[in-house]
């Protein structure tokens, strides 16, 4: 058999990884590894020479057939994978950053010169998702996702939720635990999901969706008091990444926490693990969940990758018709105010009496109906928390109510999942 | 593009969704359906002529590239899938009962012929489940195996948990509604869902499962009574298929009902759903779930495996690699008295006193710890029941202990899953 030659660029958790799958792999061979420094220990054992600090040297080789790219960011990777594409090599990649904010450009130039970029690993660590979607489920029109793409937050709202605690406090847990980076912008913002729903909405709608279209929301906001009206109420509090789209191409892709029920199986999708749920014809509903990063299970995703190109690498000049990145046209945005959501709403009033028919009244004349309002007790001070879940509404409107709650306190803002 | 032109045996329920969802693609080309009655009216609008009732039609048909078998069970199938592939043809296949009893000799027999025998559909239905494990996971050893993969069984027993019913009272139900058939054996005792894991395992393991080496138990004791015990013991009661393989190549593959934590996805499961959990290295723990039967969710497999094959087709003489069904040895059977579970058991006790001692003494005599033991009221007849789960015990080991209960009535005796 001939062997595939590759190269990697990044030997990190995840480079690190591939490194050692792969030493249980005889139709792969690793020619060349670039690192930043070619003295730091590695958490592996590498050939003699194999290790180089001038990516050209894997970009240039014309020995090389595939380009493992897995050190992320935008540059310099997009410098390091256009050049490989124009030398002929075909792409594995993790980098989810890189492909909501290059994705176009990236599979043009590789459909230009006839080579594929192979990305299952980044989005959803493990999950086999970008394959399937490509290939046994080809037949189908997707048109939702629902899915829990980063394991930092979902880990966070999960300690929340177990322990009672506050988001402040479960946060510097999860930073002493490596669980979260210090600065925790980019998980708990809602970047990475965005980045990572944006490329999957993408290849399961095969219409391009643009990462600045994609409506973002982070969960820094989830206090842990909803976290325990959720709960009574028979939901959890996930950061859920939305994708869906009508038959005229309206794609709705959003990344925010949402209240979901606890009759789902997202509800029950703790720590890091992440899941990707699907709807379509004719498939109905599936949902697909494992770990969402780590070292190994992101390894699998990239071997998996490299595979598929070797078993084809050679066989026909086009090869893999099934593994390039279709979209055959680009999708309308829709602004997040024109959206239809059911809400939660946590309010603090001055004073109980007569509140809850105001809140009625505001919602009436808009004609949202309420689903539910909940008040508890008084507080000492004569004020009264009051939880509304309202029927799905439009965005724009829900925004209204908010403002027109002129003396009341909104603690939250919440969008609730269906079903 | 050169249209696939493909000949579909059998217009049953999978057959009826197939055809609908072949309207909307256009590379692939129908050319004949062979049923047994073309004069039956028919849920989908046929072109003329495309019926025979002469499956040779298919078969002799030069023109015919791949052959969809969707009549189900072992003959005549046999016969019409082992003469396409003598002809030439690939074939994609919905037939469970047949891969598990004639597998090695249909791979064999395509692998001589130089043709793929795709068959997604098989295994719980739209889950997209076979093609991930012989693509994006293929870097992966798989060596464990949790499934639910009969929709009847996952319904009957969820509707137990949901209303406290007996099995015959839902057996019953489902009949009514069309979810369990007349003679409802091959459901309700585990075979088909033994016919799956066979082949899944197969698969996942790279070794070769031999159906009459699959333990296999049904539903029809599980009693109302052992719902509730493992509802508030914080499990629930599922029709568990299970694989697992050691390094040596000893697979333990097995249908039966099990207690299994309400901490876990599968516990989740509920009604016709199906799912399965796999762990292996690199990947870890995935849980894949979906519609386990169904015209529309078993049609979208069968045209996935069509559109892999078509995406391939006339590219090379040696297609899909990562399509063939590879197994390198013939794994060792375990015997089910070998293996080691943790076990709930129901027992009825004649006098409350001194049983506890007699069941600890019992257990205690052969080396197996007791996780809980647990006796509610006495009853009215100076009866107790008590329900006892052990730590991990060897098979044969509790078969005793249930022997020497002598004046006791053993009223269930349920493995417990671990985790």
């Known amino acids: ?192 999901a965005a980045y990572k729903i944006t490329t999957l909405a993408t290849i399961a709608f095969k219409q391009r969706i643009k990462i600045e279209n994609v409506y973002r929301e982070g969960i820094s906001k989830v206090r842990k008091e909803d976290m325990k009206e959720a709960s009574e109420l028979g939901y959890k509090i996930k950061l859920i990444a939305n994708a869906s789209i009508d038959d005229n191409g309206n794609a709705d892709v959003r990344v925010h926490p949402m209240l979901v029920s606890q009759k789902t199986m997202l509800a029950h999708i703790d720590y890091v693990t992440n899941a990707v749920a699907m709807s379509g014809h004719p498939i109905g509903n599936i949902v697909l969940s494992g770990p969402g990063a780590g070292e190994f299970p992101t390894a699998s995703s990239v071997v998996g990758d490299i595979l598929a190109i070797q078993a084809e690498f050679g066989k026909t000049d086009y090869m893999l018709p099934m593994m390039r990145c279709h979209h055959s046209a680009k999708a309308n945005p829709v602004n997040i105010d024109d959206t239809f959501n059911k809400y939660y709403i946590s309010i603090t009033a001055p004073n109980a009496i007569g509140v809850i028919a105001k809140i009625g009244t505001i919602c009436a004349n808009k004609n949202i109906s309420l689903a539910s309002i909940m008040q508890k007790e008084v507080l000492e001070n004569n004020t009264a928390n009051i939880t509304v879940i309202t029927e799905k509404c439009q965005e724009r409107l829900i925004k209204e109510v908010v403002n027109e709650l002129d003396n009341c306190t909104v603690n939250s803002l919440i969008r609730v999942a269906e079903g």
Chains 1, 2 share one sequence.
């Open 1 to 192: 058999m001939n062997k595939l030659k590759i190269g990697i660029i990044g030997l990190g958790t995840v480079g690190t990884g591939v490194v050692k799958t792969l030493k249980n792999v005889d139709s792969v061979e690793i020619v060349k590894i670039a690192v930043k420094n070619i003295n730091k220990p590695r958490g592996v054992e590498l050939s003699q020479g194999i290790l180089t600090d001038n990516p050209y040297d894997i970009i240039n080789n014309p020995d090389i057939d595939v380009v493992v790219e897995l050190i992320g960011g935008v540059e310099p990777a997009w410098e390091y994978i256009s050049a490989s594409i124009k030398n002929g090599k075909h792409i594995v990649t993790a980098n989810k950053e890189l492909l909501a904010k290059k994705g176009e450009e990236l599979f043009n130039l590789a459909e230009e010169h006839n080579r594929v970029c192979l990305y299952e690993a980044a989005i959803a660590g493990g999950i086999p998702i970008i394959m399937p979607i490509k290939t046994i489920l080809a037949g189908n029109k997707i048109n939702k996702i629902q899915a829990i793409l980063n394991g930092t937050t979902n880990y966070i709202l999960t300690k929340m939720d177990a322990n009672g605690a506050s988001y402040e406090d479960v946060l510097k847990e999860a930073q002493e635990l490596g669980y979260a980076e210090t600065d925790p912008t980019g998980d708990v913002e809602g970047y990475d």
